[in-house]
């Protein structure tokens, strides 16, 4: 499998993982990771955010749009990427191996650039 198809696979397959864990289960994250994982997805799917800054009075807005902007330019490639990665990241934070192993749930065992 290329380089790129095995980081789509990881990605769709980390968007399907995060997505279906529970609000209140075992897997929490803080503010910045759920940024984070917010603008690398809208990064990878919609590319570089063309809509206008929220105003001031909308600041969820703002900081989402913030989050985005930052990934400006990066690739599809690269913001998927980096999306595994800090979905592998709050995992290891979490669970260092005690619960389960991410690199089996994503069914990878090395990420390639």
Known sequence: MDPHSLIDAQFEKAVSIVQSLPKTGPIQTGYEEKLAMYSLYKQATVGNVKTPRPGMWDMLG??????????????????KLLYVETLLKVWSITYINDVFDTNYLLGVSKVLR
Request: charged share 40%; proline share 6%.
């Open 62 to 79: 703002r900081a989402k749009w913030d989050a985005w902007a930052k990934h400006k330019d990066v690739t599809p490639h690269e913001a």
